[in-house]
C-alpha cells in the first residue's frame, strides 16, 4: 500500500524531481514539527508510516542540507519531464504558483511561528480582561473535522466559504470541492460545529485537534461585507439591518426606503457600526476575529492570512496529511461579477467618511490589528 500511496504521489515525474519534492516536505515538516506538534501525529496517522518512507527521508535530508545552504530555487516547469501526465501535476499540489523555493517555506513556517509568538505576547498582556473558561459560545465559529482532526474557525468574509467546501471534501461529502455550489456550503452542509459536542467533547478537541483560522485585514474585511450585504440584494440583511439603519441615520428619508431598507450607503453603515447605541446587534459578518475566534482561549496551531491565502491553506492541507490532490478552491461565489474587494477599494469607500470616523473605526477593530499584525490602514489616523 506504501508504494501504491506513493506512486499516485510520484507516477510519471522524473524521479529526481520526486527527491526534491521530498526534500522539501521533509524539511517543512522538521521545520514545523516544533511549533504545530499535532501535524507530526497527523502526518504519521494519515500519511507515512512506512520504512520504507522513512529511508526516502533520510537520504533525502541530506540533500535539503545542502539545498538550504545555497538557497536553490527550484523552478517546476524546468524540471518537469517533458510529458507530464494529469497525475503529476496534482502532485504539486502545495505549489500553486508552478514554481516553489525552499526558502519561500522556511520563509512562510517562521512567518506563522512569529504570528503565533505574537498572539502569545499579545494574549499575555492582555489577560487580565479575558475570561479563562471556555464555554458552548466561545467555540460556536469552529467547525469540526473529525477524521483528520481538524478545528477550522470560521470569520466570515475571510475565505470562509471555499474553506467550506475543503472541509466537506475532507468529509467525504464530495469528492470535488469546485463542483460544490454556494448555497449547499451555507445551508447544506452537514459540517459539525463545535458547540454542537458536550463539554468533554469539546475539550477533548480542542486538546488534541490541529486548529486553524484565516483571518483578514479589518477594514477590507468590513467593506468586503458591506458591498456583500447592502449593496447587493439580499431581503434579509435589508430587513434586520437595512430598515433601521436607514431610519436612524438617514435624514428625510423616503418611504419606499424606510419599507425595504434597500440602499443603506456606506456612510450609513459607518454611522451604525460606531453607534453606541446601535438600533440593532452586531453580525459576524463585521465582528472582530477575535470575538468569533478567540484566539487567547484557543491557543490556534495555524494563523492563517485570507491575503496569502491559497498559499498557506495548501500547505496547511499538505501537512494535515489530506489527500494530496486536494487544494483550496479559489471561488468568488457571492456576486462574482464584483471585484474582490482590494485596499484600493477599500481606501475608496472610506473616502466617503470623515477622518474622525476613519479613525475610529481603526479604534473599533484595533484589537484585530494588534493581534494579527496587521498594519494601521491609513496614514493620517494615530
Ligand atoms: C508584523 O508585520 C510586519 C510587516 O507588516 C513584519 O515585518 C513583522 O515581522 C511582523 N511581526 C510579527 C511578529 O509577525
Ligand atoms: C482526488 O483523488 C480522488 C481519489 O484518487 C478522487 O476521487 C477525487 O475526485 C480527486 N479530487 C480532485 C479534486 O481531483
Given at each position: 500500500t506504501v508504494y501504491v500511496q506513493r506512486s499516485y504521489f510520484?507516477?510519471?515525474?522524473a524521479s529526481s524531481l520526486l527527491y526534491l519534492l521530498s526534500a522539501g516536505l521533509t524539511l517543512l515538516s522538521s521545520f514545523l514539527r516544533t511549533s504545530f506538534p499535532n501535524f507530526e501525529r497527523s502526518k504519521q496517522s494519515v500519511t507515512i508510516g512506512s520504512t520504507n518512507q522513512q529511508t526516502v527521508s533520510l537520504h533525502i535530508t541530506k540533500i535539503n542540507h545542502k539545498m538550504l545552504k545555497t538557497s536553490t530555487l527550484i523552478h517546476h516547469t524546468t524540471n518537469v519531464s517533458p510529458s507530464p501526465s494529469t497525475s503529476s501535476s496534482s502532485s504539486s499540489a502545495l505549489f500553486t504558483s508552478g514554481s516553489f523555493s525552499l526558502e519561500s517555506w522556511r520563509k512562510l513556517s517562521s512567518n506563522l511561528e512569529a504570528r503565533r509568538q505574537l498572539m502569545k505576547n499579545m494574549c499575555a498582556k492582555y489577560?487580565?480582561?479575558?475570561?479563562k473558561t471556555i464555554t458552548r459560545d466561545h467555540v460556536k465559529q469552529i467547525y469540526v473535522e473529525d477524521k483528520y482532526k481538524l478545528l477550522y474557525c470560521e470569520v466570515p468574509k475571510a475565505g470562509c466559504s471555499n474553506w467550506k467546501r475543503t472541509l466537506m471534501v475532507l468529509a467525504g461529502?464530495?469528492?470535488?470541492?469546485?463542483?460544490?455550489?454556494h448555497d449547499t456550503v451555507h445551508y447544506n452542509n452537514h459540517l459539525n460545529r463545535l458547540?454542537?459536542?458536550?463539554h468533554k467533547e469539546i475539550m477533548h478537541r480542542l486538546q488534541t485537534y490541529t486548529k486553524v483560522v484565516f483571518v483578514r485585514e479589518p477594514l477590507e474585511r468590513l467593506v468586503s461585507a458591506y458591498r456583500d450585504k447592502?449593496?447587493?440584494?439580499?431581503n434579509h440583511y435589508h430587513n434586520l439591518f437595512g430598515k433601521p439603519i436607514i431610519s436612524k441615520?438617514?435624514?428625510?428619508?423616503?418611504q419606499e426606503a424606510l419599507r425595504?431598507?434597500?440602499?443603506?450607503?456606506f456612510k450609513e453603515f459607518v454611522q451604525y457600526l460606531l453607534?453606541?447605541?446601535?438600533?440593532v446587534g452586531m453580525d459576524i459578518h463585521w465582528e472582530l476575529a477575535n470575538q468569533l475566534c478567540h484566539p487567547c482561549l484557543i491557543d490556534y496551531d495555524f494563523i492563517g492570512k485570507f491575503e496569502n491565502m491559497e498559499e498557506e491553506s495548501n500547505l496547511f492541507l499538505r501537512i494535515t496529511g489530506?489527500?494530496?490532490?486536494?487544494t483550496l478552491p479559489s471561488f468568488?461565489?457571492?456576486?462574482?461579477?464584483d471585484k474582490k474587494t482590494s485596499s484600493q477599494i477599500t481606501e475608496k469607500y472610506f473616502t466617503q467618511v470623515s477622518k474622525g470616523q476613519r479613525q475610529r473605526v481603526y479604534d473599533f477593530y484595533y484589537m484585530d490589528y494588534l493581534m494579527f499584525n496587521y498594519s494601521k490602514p491609513f496614514k493620517d489616523i494615530y
Open positions: 510520484i507516477s510519471d515525474v489577560k487580565s480582561s479575558i475570561s461529502q464530495a469528492s470535488n470541492a469546485r463542483s460544490i455550489t458547540d454542537s459536542f458536550d447592502f449593496e447587493n440584494p439580499n441615520y438617514r435624514v428625510n428619508p423616503s425595504t431598507g434597500n440602499g443603506v450607503t453607534d453606541v447605541h446601535r438600533p489530506a489527500p494530496r490532490n486536494l468568488k461565489d457571492r456576486n462574482p461579477k
